[in-house]
């Protein structure tokens, strides 16, 4: 992926990035994997995963496309990529979705989770992975929208719920200043008409609780960016360190962010 000019909030080369992927597989996975399903694919398709990350939804498709198939995934960072085993039918490149070439289709799918809330130029990059679709072929787009509802990550029935919606908003504060947009899952259907693809089907899903995969991907957020939420006065360090005490109990049950997950089909 491509950010602002101040670079990527949650960098994929710090420590906590493998946590933070863990955590994302562990909510939203089995959503991809049925929205993937639904636009029917089948063994033999060509697939391409934009800022493929921890590479889990990489090697569904694997499997899935079995060895007359094949998946392209990209990345800025491919570091999480390049450790782990990835079958034959798998290549991985570092590419930029909104500056680079497309990689070379036509693909029957392109499927980006949590990429254009970041890029500086999300319509640049629809266009780019609309590009290289054969016709018929599905693009799924999958992103939050944290203003939906209360925006996710809050436990609003805690005592530190007004601390928590502080800190929620510290940090989407944050993403807004390095060039993200953390509502644009609900732009998504839109974005998908302006391309030009057909056949739009959009929904949105939210885990209210699910064992420690949302305190864990709100922990691995805000030990991250803690430095920054302190120096700008967001959240002192006492009360973040209070926090995250309590994330790390247990006794805090935050709900996710709202994932928006959007298909079209290239005319």
Do not use: K
């Amino acid at each position: 992926m491509t950010t602002g000019d101040r670079g990527y909030l949650f960098d994929n080369a710090a420590h906590q990035a493998g946590d933070r992927f863990g955590a994302l597989a562990a909510l939203f996975d089995a959503v991809t994997i049925r929205h993937i399903e639904s636009v029917g694919i089948e063994t033999g398709w060509r697939c391409w995963e934009v800022g493929a990350g921890g590479g889990s939804i990489v090697r569904w498709l694997a499997d899935r496309t079995g060895a007359s198939g094949s998946v392209v995934a990209t990345d800025l960072d491919v570091r999480w990529l390049q450790q782990q085993p990835l079958s034959a039918n798998v290549r991985v490149l570092q590419h930029d979705v909104v500056n680079d070439a497309p990689p070379a289709g036509p693909f029957d799918l392109v499927h980006e989770r949590l990429v254009l809330v970041h890029v500086h130029d999300r319509h640049a990059a629809i266009e780019r992975m609309a590009s290289v679709l054969r016709p018929g072929g599905w693009l799924l787009l999958e992103d939050f929208d944290s203003e939906a509802g209360n925006g996710g990550f809050i436990d609003i029935e805690s005592d530190l719920a007004e601390l928590g919606a502080l800190i929620a908003r510290g940090i989407r504060q944050l993403l807004t200043e390095r060039g993200a947009d953390p509502a644009f899952g609900s732009l998504l259907p839109g974005a998908l008409r302006r391309a030009g693809l057909v056949d739009i089907d959009a929904d949105a899903y939210q885990v209210i609780e699910r064992g420690d995969a949302v305190r864990n991907l709100l922990r691995a957020n805000i030990d991250q960016v803690a430095a920054q939420l302190v120096e700008r006065q967001i959240v002192s360090r006492h009360d973040l360190d209070r926090y995250l005490e309590r994330l790390a109990s247990g006794t805090l049950r935050p709900t996710s962010p709202t994932l928006v997950s959007a298909s079209a089909r290239r005319p």
